[in-house]
């Protein structure tokens, strides 16, 4: 079955430097890998997709990695800010398929 | 464009007490999902739709639950009856159609089942 864990429940870090999250997934590559981020009380929302043949992708001071041989993904939050506090949750599919998700990683930015 | 509304935001009922969960896609998405999210689950899929067709019921713990999607606006996840274990918030989300397409997710409904 498919499984996808994020390694930390919780991190904290200082505001201006970069956060980096992980990501680890079991079985087979997935076809794609989103990143999604949840405040409090709300649902999460869309941040980035990242396709198993591609190794990067950014948007703006976000940065994700795929790393198939590692089964792994990287999230980065460079020059971090404590507006970026919150909940982080990776998601896989193998394709035309829903969503797995993982627990989430709670981050915290202190100022 | 309004997001995705879900109704009611709270919901406390007692044990064996019916709960009717309602949810309105983003208008021209064709999938709807069903999520529910517990501290030590996680996100869990319930079920999801296709052009208001049920696909996967997998996710459905029981027969207590059963969800419906009588057209493209609308959809209903119903507990019958609710017990304690049921406490959760549950998201609904919907989407294009296709693969990679991104979820877009209510802000749920905390269910609490005393």
């Known amino acids: 079955s498919q499984k996808i864990e994020q390694n930390s429940e919780a991190l904290n870090i200082q505001e201006g430097k970069t956060a980096t999250l992980t990501c680890n997934y079991t079985n087979y590559s997935p076809a794609y890998l989103q990143w999604y981020r949840q405040d409090p009380g709300r649902g999460p929302v869309f941040l980035l997709l990242i396709r198993e043949n591609e190794k990067e992708k950014r948007k703006e001071r976000l940065k994700v990695t795929f790393d198939t041989t590692l089964k792994q993904s990287l999230f980065h939050i460079t020059a971090s800010q404590p507006a970026d506090s919150a909940t982080y949750l990776c998601?896989?599919?193998?394709?035309?398929?829903?969503?797995?998700f993982g627990k989430g990683t709670r981050l915290s930015v202190i100022a | 464009d309004a997001g995705v509304i879900q109704s009611p935001r709270h919901e406390v009922t007692e044990m064996g007490q019916e709960v009717t969960l309602r949810c309105k896609p983003i208008s021209g998405h064709n999938s709807l999902f069903w999520y529910r999210q517990t501290m030590m689950r996680g996100l869990e899929l319930l079920i999801y739709f296709n052009n208001n067709v049920p696909i996967d019921d997998s996710g459905m713990p029981e027969d207590r639950f059963s969800a419906k999607m009588p057209n493209a606006s609308f959809s209903t996840l119903k507990i019958q009856p609710s017990e304690p274990r049921d406490s959760a918030v549950y998201f609904c989300?919907?989407?294009?159609?296709?693969?990679?397409?991104?979820?877009?997710f209510g802000n749920g409904t905390r269910l609490t089942v005393t």
């Open positions: 989300a919907s989407s294009l159609q296709g693969e990679g397409s991104p979820l877009h």
């Open positions: 998601a896989r599919s193998p394709g035309n398929t829903p969503l797995v």
